[in-house]
């Protein structure tokens, strides 16, 4: 275990495993060579990592299909083809893991239509969590404000007339991880900060996700780590994403 020079986080290198040679009782969710494939090939993996239980964990990684799976993997969304994961006490339980995850900003799991107001996407969402008999209106302030305070903290609410699309970057993410996080489960999973284009709002939107840290644990992505003193707890390189390698071949294709 070493720490990174350009976040101020820990960092840790490949987990030794889970036969005893590795103790997994101070983790909450240990994958020890896991790894996901199609029929057509390889999309992660075989890769190693341990999620301590609390605060935020940024998995440092290329953009892509391979860092998308393995973040729907540790979310409970895709079962490993080869690897244990061991999470909440069981392993390779994705069931048990689904139960106990929320996932949050990846388009190929919680997209927002972006031609709908906010309003409608706060009723949508209430509606779900509603019992079938009874009858829910559109919603109102009072229902923006409960449901999102919690993630956008002293930041600005998006107003209920507006559409998904026209929102700024930060407010959008924002309001995608507040409706995904409703039931507030152990386990939150978000998609990459480095999706923001801005480095200032890549950084509101972690001391949002350290905010959240203090109650759940938080794992998200970076291309390159994070900055330092912005809370997170530890960064993770992760290792075999797919897209690393189709990198190296064509660099080496240039050579």
């Known amino acids: 275990m070493r720490t990174s020079g350009n976040s101020g986080a820990e960092v840790t290198g490949p987990i030794e495993g889970v036969d ?25 993996g075989p890769t190693d990592v341990a999620i301590r239980p609390g605060g935020v964990t940024v998995l440092e990684g290329s953009v892509g299909r391979g860092r998308t799976a393995l973040l ?41 239509d972006q031609t709908i107001r906010v309003r409608d996407v706060v009723t949508e969402q209430i509606r779900w969590q509603a019992p079938w008999f009874r009858w829910v209106g559109q919603s109102t302030p009072e229902d923006l404000e409960r449901l999102c305070r919690p993630v956008f903290g002293p930041l600005t609410l ?22 995904a996080n409703l039931k507030r489960p ?13 480095t200032s709002n890549t950084d509101k939107l972690l001391e949002r996700l350290v905010d959240l ?43």
């Open 72 to 112: 729907l993997t540790l979310a409970g969304r895709m079962t490993p083809t080869s690897g244990r994961l061991t999470a909440f006490g069981r392993t390779n339980d994705a069931r048990r893991l689904f139960a106990n995850a929320a996932i949050a900003d990846i388009d190929e799991v919680d997209g927002i």
């Open 158 to 179: 998006p107003h209920l007339d507006s559409f998904v699309e026209e929102l700024p970057e930060l407010t959008g993410a924002l309001l995608r991880i507040a409706m």
């Open 20 to 44: 005893g040679s590795h103790d997994t009782d101070e983790f909450l969710l240990v994958a020890d060579q896991i790894a996901v494939r199609a029929s057509w090939g390889p999309i992660f």
């Open 213 to 255: 840290g203090r109650e759940q644990t938080v794992i998200t992505a970076d291309v390159n780590g994070v900055h330092r003193g912005l809370g997170v707890r530890q960064v993770l390189r992760v290792d075999n994403l797919t897209d690393d390698e189709f990198a190296r071949i064509v660099q080496e294709d240039r050579i």
């Open 186 to 198: 152990p386990l939150l999973v978000t998609g990459g900060v480095d999706r923001m284009t801005r």
